[in-house]
């Protein structure tokens, strides 16, 4: 392995940590940011759904938002990423999710199972397709699989 696949996988690694805070930030230009204009999506219908380009991601995202009274009513933690580089500008990669909601508002469509108390919203995995355009690395593909509560596949 060469420095510059060493300093490819702690970019791709670092993206998927800047995507998550700017989820849970609701910073959509940050968001933005880290997809390609073609991406695509695969959420379990639960999550959204299957979903192409960046404007109906988006879309999806200030829908979620919407629920959201501040920054940081979701949590994602990111943890055990694997990234393939697969050329000089593609890669791939899996990491697990643990997903929280630290805010709840009773009859709101990001609650937990037993509300407040239960902050955990989901385990899952987190499948990526990962491209390197005008030098910075973007999500091409994201594919998330739950384990917990329900696994959807």
């Given at each position: 392995m060469t420095l510059e696949?060493?300093?490819a996988r702690e970019e791709i690694r670092q993206l998927r940590c800047?995507?998550?805070t700017a989820f849970d930030t609701i910073d959509e230009t940050a968001v933005r940011a880290n997809f390609a204009d073609d991406i695509v999506c695969h959420y379990p219908v639960a999550f959204g759904g299957?979903?192409?380009g960046i404007e109906a991601v988006l879309e999806l995202f200030r829908a979620t938002w919407a629920n959201c009274k501040a920054p940081l009513d979701t949590v994602h933690?990111?943890?055990n990423h694997s990234i393939e580089l697969t050329g000089?500008?593609?890669a791939k990669g899996h990491c697990l999710l643990l997903d929280f909601v630290t805010r709840q508002e009773e009859g709101s469509p990001i609650a937990t199972r037993?509300?407040?108390d239960n902050p955990m919203l989901l385990i899952g995995r987190y499948d990526d397709e990962y491209v390197r355009v005008d030098g910075k690395w973007k999500f091409k593909t994201i594919r998330l699989m739950t384990a917990?509560?329900?696994r959807a596949e």
């Open positions: 696949d060493l300093i800047d995507y998550s299957a979903i192409t933690f990111i943890g000089p500008d593609t037993g509300g407040h917990w509560p329900m």
